[in-house]
């Protein structure tokens, strides 16, 4: 019988630049890793945190991982169970690449591994976005989706939380970077109008309905003709300095697209190839440091395993 | 070598619930047909029109086959060839069905017929849209795209003409009802918000992104979900008489989705197989016979062809 899993789920970029709040893609790197193991006392606890520089709360029904842990251990009528938990957070605080939805993706993986639960991820969704929503406050799946499941994932509704997993063409790598500024998501939210106007959701609606197009399809092309946001990026651009000088450095260094991971500050582009996401990922690079501005960068091909089992005990 | 030939250009239904101005589909019938044949009368004429009640001008310029021909043979350098045009409506006008588009992309497939072009119909569009823009104002190919290519097509950009042509998922059929009443594109128009919500924005790209991946997998669960227009529907419904009845009496009898055709005040189902298509038309027909509207029913498969030639004499 498995006495101890350690999981890891991965960093996500939400929206994609055409979905905002219904489309998200996994990367390789970074990534939280979660522990679960049994214990002889009832119950769930968090008993190491790692990584977070004390910032995150030890009390399960607080802490984004641990909520999710609970929630689905009371889904299964297993909230009696003695189960440690440890969570080491290995990718930064708002970055905009889904940090609390990995810890909560990889919660229910952990719970899910260690039970030897034959449950489809799917079916631990809510769990692990009821966790993520003590974190965000909302009730979305736009990362927690793509950590759990890898890919690109498409919410149709977060509220029923039907998800629909998209496929990934061969080849398509995700370059980005993280610059070390603050963009509080709820600045990101309270700055876009609560209104837009018929012709730039016609606009946005082309471009989406294109995007996912060619993710069936695999038409680089036009998935480089689809990538623009016309509709949440020129409101939130301004909040991540040198966006446009990033974008256009991407754009003109072999990205299919580039836009704002999340909420931001992340900036994501899509790429052809790893050898085009390196490349890409240079002059990117670059404008930060001219800029003085610390920063990280993560260049792979897209996620498509999501949350995983990388260690078990017996 | 030709001398005249027949095309028949279906019907179309654009905007399909969730794709406003970005998304439409032929239908096998109903259609309107042109003749093209050479003259030794240099320039081109119209030379005849039926089924128009007399309402569609000759003059080329101000015809939208006429000019939609017009302007593919100065496209191609050959203004000055002589060739008469019959233009023979087949199907109502102002239904919501494409009708001017049908006679456009009729036009131009008249045209490349005629002259044994080996352009492709996608280089033939130009010419139709700004043929279709005469009669309704705007250039946009959301009817002209679906009946000159066939099937479903989406228009990234209007204004690039950026199209794609969307698979088509076998058993995939229409039914169709034409309510006699008078909504003009123009009231339709109006009567949309110029703006909408966040929110609305939100479910309506849920959906439409779910409803191409549907397309693509053939997923009829997920269809069905997904054609449920959040946005223009609800403004527009009060311009139909009885649509919601109609939509309830459809979607209980079989239809994955019923909405709005184009403008109206035409009605389209989808449903998988004929036989449901034609379980599905009964109820809808049975309400506006129940209160003496006059109306018309089409029922097919989604037309893959688009305008094609039917008859040629050498």
């Not at 072999?254 to 890409?280: D, T, Y």
């Amino acid at each position: 019988m498995i006495q101890e899993v350690r999981v890891f789920a991965p960093a996500s970029v939400a929206n994609v630049a055409v979905g905002y709040d219904i489309l998200g893609f996994a990367i390789e790197k970074p990534g939280d890793e979660i522990v679960a193991r049994f214990s002889d006392t009832p119950g769930l606890r968090i008993v190491s945190i790692t990584g977070d520089n004390g910032r995150l709360p030890y009390e399960v029904e607080k802490n984004t991982a641990g909520y999710a842990a609970q929630r689905l251990l009371a889904q299964w009528g297993k909230a009696e169970l003695g189960i440690e938990l440890e969570i080491h957070k290995k990718m930064p605080f708002g970055s905009g690449l889904g940090s609390s939805a990995a810890s909560a993706a990889g919660a229910v993986m952990a719970i899910k591994s260690l039970l030897g639960s034959s449950a489809t991820k799917m079916q631990c969704m809510r769990a692990a976005v009821e966790g993520e929503q003590k974190a965000d406050g909302a009730f979305h799946a736009d990362n927690v989706a793509p950590s759990l499941l890898g890919g690109f994932t498409l919410i149709r509704s977060n509220k029923a939380l039907d998800i629909i997993s998209l496929p990934v063409p061969n080849d398509l790598c995700a370059a980005v970077i993280y610059p070390k500024v603050e963009v509080l998501t709820k600045s990101a939210r309270d700055i876009l109008s609560p209104q837009l106007s018929l012709t730039t959701c016609i606009a946005q609606t082309g471009n989406l309905a294109a995007f996912i197009s060619s993710l069936y399809t695999g038409d680089f092309e036009l998935m480089a003709r689809s990538l623009q946001d016309v509709w949440i990026e020129p409101q939130r651009a301004s909040l991540i300095p040198y966006f446009k000088e990033v974008q256009e450095a991407a754009k003109a260094n072999h990205a299919l697209g580039c836009s704002i991971s999340g909420a931001g500050p992340s900036i994501f582009a899509l790429c052809r190839g790893i050898s085009q996401a390196e490349k890409c990922i240079e002059p990117m690079r670059a404008i930060f440091q001219k800029a003085g501005i610390p920063h990280q960068t993560y260049v792979s091909a897209i996620n498509q395993t999501g949350a995983t089992l990388i260690n078990k005990t017996n």
